[in-house]
């Protein structure tokens, strides 16, 4: 299968969100619901800082997405400012549903920061990366992070970073490693949760 990679645009993101529903199926932001993912995925675009990047096949479907950050704590604190009412009421049907589990999620949500090591100044966030199953093993998650490091590598950043489950995620370790990500460390989420950061630093 052919796929190209190239920035998204807003019309995109009806199919980003559901790219993202097939491939994090249970997962936090998946949880909070349609119209969340639509405001996350759209601040990408309209906020500084953002960048969201969308592989598509031969017939010009969207079929995987990256989104990544240059500047996590500040993207993540101006999201929060102008956008916090705008995500509590789009998250309403998910916490009448589940109240307990969604409202500690979203509240979650709300305080992430990107979580970037003190120690790796400079370095892009690589936020979210996703495929649509019916196009696993198709290259695309491969192109996506291929073209998010080459732009981080040209705008001057020392590397990329990540965070991935520790525990049974293997096939996304080594999806990384492939793709020249090493293990930077560990965090430890409250809710117990262990998480590897992963990553790639670039020549200059």
């Not at 995620?169 to 090493?182: K, L, P």
Request: net charge positive.
């Amino acid at each position: 299968m052919s796929v190209l990679v190239r920035p998204a645009v807003p019309a995109d993101v009806a199919r980003i969100v559901s790219v993202h529903q097939s491939a994090f199926e249970g997962f936090l932001l998946t949880q909070l619901g349609t119209r969340f993912l639509t405001l996350f995925y759209r601040a990408f675009l309209e906020q500084e800082g953002g960048q969201l990047l969308v592989a598509v096949d031969a017939a010009g479907q969207v079929i995987g997405l990256l989104a990544g950050i240059r500047t996590p704590s500040v993207f993540f604190a101006t999201l929060r400012r102008r956008r916090a009412v705008s995500f509590a009421f789009a998250a309403v049907p998910a916490l009448v549903r589940h109240p307990l589990i969604v409202a500690e999620r979203l509240w979650a949500a709300i305080r992430y920061r990107g979580d970037r090591p003190v120690a790796l100044p400079g370095y892009w966030l690589l936020s979210s990366l996703g495929v649509a199953k019916f196009s696993i093993g198709a290259g695309a998650g491969g192109a996506l992070v291929t073209r998010f490091c080459e732009d981080a590598s040209r705008a001057g950043a020392p590397g990329v970073y990540l965070l991935t489950d520790a525990s049974e995620n293997e096939a996304t370790q080594h999806f990384y490693a492939r793709h020249g990500f090493a293990v930077y460390g560990t965090q430890k989420r409250s809710n117990g949760r262990q998480l590897l950061i992963l990553t790639r630093s670039f020549s200059q």
